[in-house]
């Protein structure tokens, strides 16, 4: 039996791929429980296996008595002295017995202690092996679903996928393979609980450090990630090397290293841009495929910015369902407000044109000034002397009834921007021009 015990262990050995001295101290665990269970526990019972020849011991505690009632417990004196020479009455010693005389109800505490020992060996093994991978990819099969999540197998072990770390256009089928990323490692008692996920940014950042050399030596580094699992991500990666072109890089030749990628993650696109320290370029660069005019931060502290893009690129630019800007402001961090060029003319139009006015209103007393002066020697001035006039806006002017300081000083900002090839500034810059020169003629 000794030399059975033996194959049987490095049968399981083998299986199960856990060192044999766990499987001996499993066994002696569950040898002890069992006699316990029938010699009763005066002291421990005490279990020993040979290691080279598997021969087991097992002794058990027993009271020495003048005459035995209880066999589990007690030992007649006379039997007491073959054990210990010296033993007495009333003294407690250890009795070898035999395994084999084991009931039924023993054998099956034996069993199960032994199983629950070698589920905890292989839980703590599974443990000490993924604990140090939080934060890694690992390939797992499909085996079966299950109210939390999907179960899958990950070679020794199992770990899963929950519910919400799914990818909600994704479908799960039995026996499908992919990558998944290790959020957690548990050692509970109903086992070691792998989390998974294929929504964590970090799986599209471990992707890459398979499919691009330059990211895992450190040549290129992935900067920030923003993602809505299953449809689109973006990517801002920064190089170490400026010899090096990141986003190429990354493309790969004829986009074959992204595409890999995009395979894995069951065809989510991915833009791969260029990160930068300064934030305006950064959010430029955040807002790609669309083409930006200007970017403005307007407050760094709440860390807000505004994007002026031209008129055809807005839509690109706020994309399907506000996308495209979500995940740029998800990437760089700061909320961004953006607006189309004709329409960030026209509030600057308004804005200017609210000042001049409210500016006219507190200058009345100015302006009343220049409607009594004499003209005299101001009409014989051209109106290429105004600040911001030539030759070609002077003709302008002249077509529109404006032919000279005076009628310009007069004109208000609205009216005078209304000329071709005269905007709202222009306008302003000509107007106060001429009402300086009107009030420098009136001290005169």
């Known amino acids: 039996m000794n030399g059975d015990l033996l194959t049987i262990i490095k049968q399981i050995v083998s299986q199960k791929e856990l060192p044999q001295s766990v ?16 010699y009763g526990s005066i002291r421990s019972v005490s279990v020993d296996i040979d290691h080279d020849t598997g021969a087991i011991k097992v002794y058990a505690p027993k009271r020495v008595v003048e005459i035995m009632r209880n066999y589990a417990t007690e030992i007649p004196v006379e039997e007491a002295v073959k054990v210990k020479p010296e033993a007495q009455l009333g003294e407690v010693i250890e009795v070898e017995v035999e395994p084999s005389d084991f009931g039924r109800i023993e054998a099956q505490t034996a069993r199960q202690i032994f199983v629950q020992k070698i589920k905890e060996a292989e839980r703590e093994m599974v443990y000490e092996e993924y604990r140090d991978r939080v934060g890694d990819i690992v390939r797992g099969t499909v085996q079966r679903s299950e109210q939390d999540g999907i179960i899958l197998e990950l070679g020794k072990t199992e770990g899963i996928l929950p519910r919400q ?21 548990r050692n509970t008692s109903k086992g070691s609980g792998i989390l998974l996920s294929r929504t964590h940014p970090g799986l599209i950042a471990r992707l890459f450090e398979l499919e691009v050399p330059e990211i895992y030596d450190g040549l290129i580094r992935i900067m920030a990630i923003a993602r809505d699992p299953g449809d689109r991500s973006k990517v801002a990666v920064a190089t170490t090397d400026e010899s090096i072109d990141a986003v190429g890089t990354c493309v790969g030749m004829k986009g074959s290293r992204v595409q890999m990628v995009v395979n894995e993650l069951r065809g989510e696109k991915i833009d791969i841009l260029e990160w930068n320290p300064d934030p305006e370029i950064f959010i430029g660069n955040a807002l790609q495929p669309a083409k930006v005019t200007k970017v403005t931060i307007i407050d760094e502290e709440e860390n807000r910015a505004e994007v002026i893009v031209p008129d055809d690129q807005l839509s690109l630019a706020i ?29 600057l139009k308004e804005q200017l044109t609210e000042e001049i006015f409210k500016s006219d209103v507190e200058s009345d007393a100015d302006l009343s000034l220049v409607a009594d002066v004499e003209f005299d020697d101001i009409e014989s001035r051209p109106i290429t002397a105004l600040n911001g006039v030539g030759e070609k806006i002077a003709q302008k002017l002249r077509e529109n009834g404006y032919s000279t300081i005076a009628s ?37």
């Open 165 to 185: 770390e799914q990818v909600d256009n994704e479908e799960y089928r039995r026996n499908d393979e992919f990558q998944c990323f290790i959020m957690e490692v």
């Open 319 to 347: 994309g399907r369902k506000g996308q495209n800007v979500r995940l740029a402001a998800k990437l760089t961090g700061w909320r961004i407000d953006i607006k189309s060029e004709s329409d960030a003319d026209s509030e």
């Open 23 to 38: 499987l001996i101290n499993a066994i002696e665990s569950a040898l002890r429980s069992a006699a316990k269970k029938r």
């Open 408 to 444: 310009i000083a007069r004109a208000t900002v609205g009216e005078l921007s209304d000329i071709p090839s005269i905007g709202v500034l222009i306008a302003a810059k000509i107007q106060q021009s001429a009402i300086e020169i009107m009030s420098e003629s009136d001290k005169c």
